[in-house]
């Protein structure tokens, strides 16, 4: 039996480990914290095929540049004199072009559908619960150059063969008549779903524990032995394992894993906020993206309704900045005028770090070094949405079979 240990347990760790143990593998999972708490629980659990347009485009920039000295806008670079940062950003700008954002639909749909896939028919689990519903996506838009953006993504959605359609300013009010909105239409994904990301990840902790996944608290990897073509240990402060296979999905720190491999990883943490009211007295039928105000509202698990957004390059260990979440929730109030959410205390923010690639696709794959080490990470915005396929995907490698989809895309090495 191949035993396989996985760095990091988040949602593309833990799937990974579901399909490593259905297909026979002895599986440890290694946690520098308690699996509690990770970018995997606080997000705004999107389940969007509609996202096949990836983080790196020309608009991006443009806008980030502007956002640069805006405390609560959406989107925050902070300068720092950081040799990955600066090459990070580089791979980015370079990216960050038409062609690419072209060449980056068909792998993003097709990861995103065979995810979706995925979590349906973990619905069908006896022992999993987590509030799937596949009810759509509004992206909603305020004024006439998003309009037009809008216009463009339903176009592109319909030649991906994904299920989309334009709704006017009365049609989305119809579909949303317990609030009055402040926008000129949307367009709805029905091709996306949404579930509630904190009682995934607990069911998919105790469905793993209860099938013989080792799941091991407060081991941060730190040191990796090799030979010149395989790992053969890995260590935390006070521990030590053999594997036969090595998964790295360590989210915003795998950069470092890699470096211990003698492996580039393009990676910065891409810092986002959520507010989660438990109980709320704002109703919402389906998840919505706020397009100018960048801010993602999803309401999940019966009566919660969540806000999200910010994507802040920063360092793990700047204090988080809570005038981006004054932000957020400014944001929802132009689009939502009978939502008064007022600011929460500190300790009821969420944050958590986005593991952005260069390019905003996926690094899934073997590296060139050693034979025995898989790479899934980079996800960026799309991690719990991908979650599923990653895992199915990873399973697919390490035991060389024919993946469900091509992976050439996230190669982990195309930067070179
Ligand atoms: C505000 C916000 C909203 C979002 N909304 C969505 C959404 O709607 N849909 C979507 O698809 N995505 C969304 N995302 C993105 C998504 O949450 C992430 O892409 C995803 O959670 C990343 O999962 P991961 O498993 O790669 O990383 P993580 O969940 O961060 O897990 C990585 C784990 O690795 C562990 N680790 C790190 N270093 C080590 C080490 N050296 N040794 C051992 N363990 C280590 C960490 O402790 C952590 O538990 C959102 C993110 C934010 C911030």
Request: charged share 25%.
């Amino acid at each position: 039996m191949r035993n396989v240990i996985i760095i990091g347990g988040g949602i593309v760790g833990l799937s990974t480990a579901l399909y490593l143990k259905r297909s026979g593998c002895n599986v440890t999972v290694l946690d520098k914290n308690d699996f509690s708490n990770n970018c995997s629980y606080g997000n705004a659990g999107y389940v969007c095929p509609s996202h096949f347009i990836p983080l790196a485009t020309p608009g991006i920039v443009k806008q980030g540049f502007k956002w640069m000295f805006n405390s609560k806008s959406p989107f925050y670079v902070q300068p720092r004199l950081n040799w990955p940062l600066i090459e990070w950003g580089l791979q980015f700008i370079k990216s960050a072009n038409n062609k690419q954002v072209e060449a980056a639909a068909i792998p993003l749909r097709d990861i995103a559908l065979l995810s979706q896939h995925e979590y349906e028919s973990w619905t069908k689990l006896t022992d999993f619960k987590f509030s799937y519903e596949h009810k759509g996506l509004m992206e909603i838009f305020q004024t006439e150059e998003k309009a037009e953006h809008a216009h463009h993504a339903l176009e592109k959605a319909h030649e991906l063969g994904l299920d989309a359609m334009m709704l006017d300013k009365e049609a989305l009010q119809k579909m949303e008549p317990q609030t009055t909105i402040n926008a000129l239409g949307a367009v709805l994904f029905k091709c996306d779903a949404h579930l509630y990301p904190n009682l995934l990840m607990k069911s998919l902790i105790d469905h793993l524990k209860k099938n013989g996944v080792v799941l091991l608290s407060n081991q941060e990897v730190k040191k990796i032995e090799s030979d010149h073509e395989a790992v053969k240990k890995i260590f935390t402060a006070d521990q030590s394992f053999e594997a036969d296979e090595i998964v790295v999905a360590a989210g915003s720190w795998s950069r470092e894993i890699a470096s211990l491999l003698d492996t580039k990883l393009p990676l910065v943490p891409g810092r986002g906020y959520s507010v989660t009211l438990d109980d709320s007295p704002y109703k919402l039928n389906h998840p919505a993206v706020l397009m100018e105000g960048r801010v993602a509202i999803t309401p999940m698990d019966g009566n919660k309704i969540r806000f999200g957004g910010t994507m802040e390059i920063t360092s793990t260990k700047t204090p988080p900045r809570m005038n981006r979440v004054v932000g957020i929730l400014n944001a929802v109030k132009r689009y939502f005028p009978e939502f008064n959410i007022p600011m929460p205390a500190q300790e009821k923010v969420w944050y958590g770090y986005r593991p952005c690639s260069a390019d905003g696709l996926p690094y899934i794959g073997r590296i060139k070094k050693y034979k025995n080490v898989i790479i899934a990470t980079g996800h960026s915005m799309l991690g719990l949405s991908l979650g599923a396929g990653t895992g199915k995907l990873v399973d697919e490698i390490v035991h060389d079979r024919k993946t469900s989809i091509d992976v050439k895309a996230f190669e982990v090495e195309r930067f070179g």
